[in-house]
């Protein structure tokens, strides 16, 4: 995916999308077109158009208006678990690339650890534990941000690491965690900013799947894999019933992923960028 | 590679085995975690084994009565205290041995003995002693008069097993039923076979398989592609409109003995005041509640009994629908300015939309409520053994129980000595017309006192294709009675 | 390569002690008792006493783990605390399902992927290449469970060509239990070949930059045979690795797609077996998916090492 072309391509797509659930979850704060939980059995099922853009849910709640509103759950969800794995994450791999010995192999070690595990198992566990709820969903995405960060970060610091600037700044007298916030951090930013933007849709989808197995936030928010759930057994009478959040999942999901890619193109053509 | 998959796919698709006449393939929802139903409360275990497999000494009618089963005949003593059963000749287990007056008093005795492991020992509690007369005569003497005696030895709980088999009863049961286990493919399916042995008469079904379809959306989409025979209690309701549209199926109605009630704590401030139990009660709104949750299968109940027993009262008079009342009574409780309480769902679909829609109508009246969704073994923990919640929605299933509001440790912590002094009378009465009369004074009170919301009876929904007879419509204990089915042509 | 053999043996029994224990202790903190669950609301304290003791549940933490592990070790997972049968029997079953859904997942994964990923590469910048991309971009963004439901919606319940869930078992034959087998490989497949599309396009184009495809295009190979001819071998290896650590995803990656079609897989049994908190069977099915990405990793490694001598010297 590389040309200065498609690079803007993808980047305004990516950006329009991006931007259009954004500002749905912020106006849902103060305004949704009808009370989110507002229920209004007699009239459930209504397929879209009319007074419901978007149809009515089995309670006769308006559609447009829980994906609004489930556009918040969803992003707040998947940009603090980005947080969380950046914010643990990048200072180990910092930490791993310098220091390269027992504590580079522990943390390496912990990482592949960490990837070994079955993400939904553990989150399945980790609910059992302590209850299912967006906060504790937040928890299990994030942390299994923080060994991509951390791998990432390591990787990238390592190479530059060998280059003569740090080696100025080493002469200079500079410590390792001087040297690491002031030079390593500013030249790998762009690599991390293009891996958020894959994590954050990936962590919207595991979102989706959490509140899909009923593991995410609960009644009444609203959110885009629990609307899928209460869908699963209507499908058959009421299809837009499983459309309407399906489509705000893949859109949103598109959307960061075409966002990724054109911040790559744009920043640097070259980055690698994991994806699992 | 794949072309061969799809090849290979499409050729199966034109190979539908047609269901042969005298074998039956109906799904129940869960799969029993083992097949013994002395030593688990999965109502899974009753629903393939009981009546099919196992027997107790009388059993459930299908419309509720107690009638004889492996006991032929009983004559109860003056005072009450001593039953003496008469079994029935000519009773083999599945393994050959017979069934006899040792077996029985083997299984009564495992069964309330202290390393006992049934789920319903209460069952048992009342028996001082099980002494064989001769092997085809048992009595057993009680420590008081139990007007429900006859009714706990029909439980599925109470089946007689025998000591021979005992060791691996959980994945190979031996009982004296009209059909014998035959295989378990775990996650699948249960077959049994016809006991060409049977005391009883022979059931006209060849062999019968259970199967197990957890999942709503798959229940309705086997059942349409005709991979199934019939389902007992359908898991979802919304469904029941395309069969019955569907001239290959017929669905049966039927009632069951799940009283479903928002369950209430009665000791946790603020619901020990009876005037907020009472707003909750106002506050609810039954019909949307069955519209919403049901799709309209279902019946308003005002208190906690079946509304199909004879000794039934309507008394959904005492809560209707209003809420300027509930406002009223929360102000006058001093809640005027709101109120938020938690509500906990276990994870059946009625418990789950029907949270979701009381939480609606709570907040209409002013009261807030915070969700959480939980699994069995969470809601056992939290709810019904810590009983640390405010509300939640249980369906209660146990036949005639309205005796665990009699119990202030029960998780509704509901302490009315008025209200355990009926219940203890009816324990020791045995006529009729009064025991009917003590069931409606209890009735009466759990009602007035508001003690859980009462919502409504569950009913029991049943699938099946049209050529298939005599599969219960009711449900007066949990149970997929195959005994009397067959196919009409 | 001895020296080198023997340090990635040991990290790889260390990583399966730590990762048994990581699993041991998580599982120590899940409230909820097995058998208050088993006996239900109507049990009294006493009986619930019988049965912790009749399962062994009253042992201290320390002795269990340790007969756990010692177990595993002879292949003796324990026995399942509700269904009472050998917790390897029932998983041996259960892989029964969840290895043929996940090789037939991988199958259509590597079969869309592959010429998708050379149609992509071969026509790079054109049209082709373009659709391909954008196709992958949206099959990147579909939840594999909302896609089985829309299969399940056209397929099973409009249509009826398969059915929406269960599975028959071998024994009725191996066109059945592939028939049921169908839609769920399809809904795992999607997201994962679209996945592998885009590893395999972007290593056939880093190939095509190398130079002796720049000669054997000199030579007058066209376009495509030089990718046939030499592209393709040499691009696969970090597509082989992809597949690798798929199909250990898809082994675990089933479990919502196997919840969505009611098949009776390991993902099913670790659902059921939490929510009956059947403990010994999580512990026993998380600890054997870990085990199968551990290894996957470690013979990822050993194949690196194998082709580049250079990456025995630093891992």
Known sequence: MSGGRRASWSFLTGAVLVSLFAIAALVSVIWTPHDVSGMNISARMKAPGGDYLLGTDHFGRDMLSMIMAGAQTSLAVAIIAVGIGMAAGVPLGLAAAANRGWLDELIMRANDLAFAFPALVIAILITAVFGPSAVNAIIAIGIFNIPVFARLTRGAALSLWTREFILAARVAGKGAVRISAEHILPNIANLLIVQGTIQFSLGVLAEAGLSYVGLGAQPPTPSWGRMLADSQTLVGLAPHLALVPGMAIILSVLGLNLLGDGLRDMLDPKLRVVRT | MTRGFFACSAVTLFFSVPALASKLTIAVQLEPPHLDPTSAAAGAIDDVTYANIFESLTRFAEDGTIVPSLAESWDVSEDGLTYRFNLREGVTFHDGTSMDAEDVKFSLDRARGDDSTNAQKGLFAGIAAVNVIDPRTVEVTLSETDGNFLFNMAWGDAAIVAPESIDTIKTNPVGTGAFKFSEWVQGDRVELVRNEDYWGEPAALEAATFRFISDPTAAFSAMMAGDLDAFAAFPAPENLIQFEADERYKVLIGSTEGETVLSTNNKKPPLDDIRVRQAIAHAINRQEIIDGAQFGYGTPIGTHFAPHNPAYLDLTGNSPHDPEKARALLAEAGHGDGLTLSLKLPPPSYARRGGEIIAAQLREVGIDTEITNLEWAQWLEEVFRSKDYDLSIVAHTEPMDIGIYANPDYYFQYDNPRLQEVMSTLRGTTDPDRRRDLLQQAQTIVSEDYVNGFLFQQPRLTVAKKGVQGLWANAPTQAVDLTGVSWSD | MLRFLAQRVGS????????????????????????????????????????????????????????????????????????????????????????????????????????????????????????????????????????????????????????????????????????????????????????????????????????????????????????????????????????????????????????????????????????????????????????????????????????????????
């Open chain 3, 12 to 315: 790889l029994i260390g990583s399966l002690l730590v990762a048994s224990l990581v699993i041991f202790l998580v599982i120590e903190v899940v409230p909820g008792d097995p058998a208050a669950v088993m006996l239900g609301v109507n049990a009294r304290p006493d009986t619930i006493a019988a049965l912790r003791a009749e399962l062994g549940l009253d042992g201290s933490a320390v002795s269990r783990y340790l007969s756990w592990v010692a177990g595993m070790l002879q292949g003796d997972f324990g026995v399942s605390y509700t269904y009472r049968t050998p917790v390897a029997e029932m998983i041996a079953d259960r892989l029964w399902v969840s290895v043929p859904l996940a090789l037939y997942a991988l199958c259509l994964t590597v079969a869309i992927a592959i010429p998708a990923g050379l149609l992509a590469a071969s026509r790079r910048g054109r049209m082709g290449d373009y659709g391909v991309i954008g196709v992958t971009q949206i099959g990147i963004a579909v939840p594999n469970f909302w896609f089985a439901m829309i299969l399940i919606l056209i397929f099973a319940i409009n249509l009826r060509w398969f059915s929406a869930g269960g599975f028959p078992g071998w024994d009725e034959g191996i066109g059945a239990g592939l028939r049921a087998l169908t839609l769920p490989a399809i809904a795992l497949a999607l997201p994962q070949a679209a996945i592998l599309t885009r590893v395999m396009r972007s290593a056939l184009v880093d190939v095509l930059g190398e130079d002796f495809m720049r000669t054997a295009r000199a030579k007058g190979l066209s376009q495509s045979a030089a990718i046939w001819r030499h592209g393709l071998r040499n691009g696969l290896i970090p597509v082989l690795t992809i597949i690798g650590l798929q199909f250990a995803f898809l082994l675990a990656g089933g479990i919502i797609i196997e919840q969505v079609f009611a098949l009776p897989g390991l993902g099913r049994l670790i659902f059921q077996a939490i929510s009956q908190r059947d403990l010994i069977v999580v512990e026993s099915v998380v600890m054997l998916l870990v085990f199968a990405v551990i290894l996957t990793n470690f013979l990822v490694d050993l194949a690196y090492a194998v082709v580049d001598p250079r990456l025995r010297k630093h891992p």
